[in-house]
Nanobody
Framework: QVQLVESGGGLVQPGGSLRLSCAAS????????MGWYRQATGKEREFVAT???????NYADSVEGRFTISRDNAKNTVYLQMNSLKPEDTAVYYC?????????WGRGTQVTVSS
């Protein structure tokens, strides 16, 4: 069974940094594209970033240049380094992957950017 567990969220001031982690199990991690999405209160879930099995990355325009997605296949973990955080980055951040046409999601980790 695929399981994704996020961690690393918290409260940070504008301009600060956080690093999110997502530990995966139940898949051959190195084979799969991994992604981060976020959902702010009252809004739909939106794409943040993805990283393919061969480390090709893609970012939403809103985070390009500030966020970096990376992976450690030895640890079955994908990361999201978030710098220069803004209040509008406040959301629950979810880890995601697809297997056999099915989407899998973690439970999310809350990121709050506020002074």
């Amino acid at each position: 069974q695929v399981q994704l567990v996020e961690s690393g969220g918290g409260l940070v001031q504008p301009g600060g940094s956080l690093r999110l982690s997502c530990a995966a199990s139940g898949i051959i991690f190195s084979y799969y594209t991994m992604g981060w999405y976020r959902q702010a209160t009252g809004k739909e879930r939106e794409f943040v970033a993805t990283i393919t099995w061969n480390t090709i990355t893609n970012y939403a325009d809103s985070v390009e240049g500030r966020f970096t997605i990376s992976r450690d296949n030895a640890k079955n973990t994908v990361y999201l380094q978030m710098n220069s955080l803004k209040p509008e980055d406040t959301a629950v951040y979810y880890c995601n992957t697809y297997r056999n046409g099915n989407a899998y999601w973690g439970r999310g980790t809350q990121v709050t950017v506020s002074s």
